[in-house]
Antibody, heavy 125, light 106 residues
Framework: EVQLVESGGGLVKPGGSLRLSCAASGFSFSSYNMNWVRQAPGKGLEWVSSISRSSTHTNYADSVKGRFTISRDNAKNSLYLQMNSLRAEDTAVYYC??????????????????WGQGTTVTVSS | EVVLTQSPATLSLSPGQRATLSCRASQSVRIYLAWYQQKLGQAPRLLIYDTSNRATGIPARFSGSGSETDFTLTISSLEPEDFATYYCQQRSDWPLTFGGGTRVEI
């Protein structure tokens, strides 16, 4: 079964750090671009970051650029999001998402055919 | 940044009726527009990619059309499980962006 499972969310104070992980199974992880997408409580979806198959290309939303770092370990079938200098507006459910092989490009962009269940990040004092 | 505007915000319909959802882009996204369905407490599910291609396992009652800046998701005959929120997303340009969503309710 194709699956993505996020972990690492929690409650953190403003200015703090968290590292999210996403464990992939059931497919050849190294063959797919991967992204993080978030959803603030009661709000819509917001793209956060993209990484290409071999980590050659990464991209970030302006709202997180310079604070968040996306990475992956293809040997461990895992995707990561290191989040530093967290702000209240980073509070959201964070989803890892697989870019569809049919709807993506070599830079990591695309549409998402597999999603994790999400992990909740709450930034509050 | 490409801004995606979805309309209407809420669509009130009954099972068996046809639903027509709109997504308008602030600039051309060519054909690179996708649609997702999200139910409360669940992750989104890909329905349509690149304007009109149904994702794996998506019923034929879902169809997409459009190009450049104007796109439509049509649900030909609503089933009870179709009542949810629908988002469009463009992959034509960085940053990737989503529309604000259309809630389809009974």
């Amino acid at each position: 079964e194709v699956q993505l499972v996020e972990s690492g969310g929690g409650l953190v104070k403003p200015g703090g750090s968290l590292r999210l992980s996403c464990a992939a199974s059931g497919f050849s992880f190294s063959s797919y671009n991967m992204n993080w997408v978030r959803q603030a409580p009661g709000k819509g979806l917001e793209w956060v970051s993209s990484i290409s198959r071999s980590s050659t290309h990464t991209n970030y939303a302006d709202s997180v650029k310079g604070r968040f770092t996306i990475s992956r370990d293809n040997a461990k079938n895992s995707l990561y999001l290191q989040m530093n200098s967290l702000r209240a507006e980073d509070t959201a459910v964070y989803y890892c998402a697989r870019v569809s092989a049919a709807a993506g490009n070599q830079y990591g962009s695309g549409s998402y055919d597999v999603w994790g269940q999400g992990t909740t990040v709450t930034v509050s004092s | 940044e490409v801004v995606l505007t979805q309309s209407p915000a809420t669509l009130s319909l009954s099972p068996g009726q046809r639903a027509t959802l709109s997504c308008r882009a602030s600039q051309s996204v060519r054909i690179y527009l996708a649609w997702y369905q999200q139910k409360l407490g669940q992750a989104p599910r890909l329905l349509i990619y690149d304007t009109s291609n149904r994702a794996t396992g998506i019923p034929a009652r879902f169809s997409g059309s459009g190009s450049e800046t104007d796109f439509t998701l049509t649900i030909s005959s609503l089933e009870p499980e179709d009542f949810a929120t629908y988002y469009c997303q463009q992959r034509s340009d960085w940053p990737l962006t989503f529309g604000g969503g259309t809630r389809v309710e009974i």
